[in-house]
Structure formats: C-alpha cells, structure tokens
C-alpha cells in the first residue's frame, strides 16, 4: 500500500502543475525603449484577443 501510495502521490506532484502564467522566447531588443515598445504592443494584442473570444 504505502509502494502505491508513493507512486501515484508522487506522480500526482510531479504533473499538477506550477506557475501558468505564459511566457514567450525573450525579447532581444537594442534599447531598453524598444523593449517596452514590444511588451506594450503583445498586451494590447492580448487584451483584443480577450475582447474576440468573448
């Protein structure tokens, strides 16, 4: 019993999950400008995603 109860409690943990926010490759932008440029495009290309689907 306790054999089983390791194995599939272990599985359990390993396969639940952590952390599910996304996240993309990084961004290789030449100033620190253009990086903020991009993250504030992608949010707006979320959040009309967002607007889409509902």
């Known amino acids: 019993m306790a054999t ?3 194995t599939f409690g272990g599985s359990w943990l390993a396969m639940r999950g952590g952390n599910k926010k996304q996240q993309g490759p ?4 030449s ?3 253009e990086e903020q440029f991009i ?3 992608l949010k707006g290309v979320d ?4 607007k889409a689907k509902h």
Do not use: H, V, Y
Not at 26 to 29: C, D, E, L
Not at 47 to 50: G, N, V
């Open 31 to 33: 100033s620190k400008e």
């Open 47 to 50: 959040a009309e995603e967002k």
């Open 39 to 41: 993250q504030e495009f």
């Open 4 to 6: 089983l109860g390791a």
């Open 26 to 29: 990084p961004i290789n932008a």
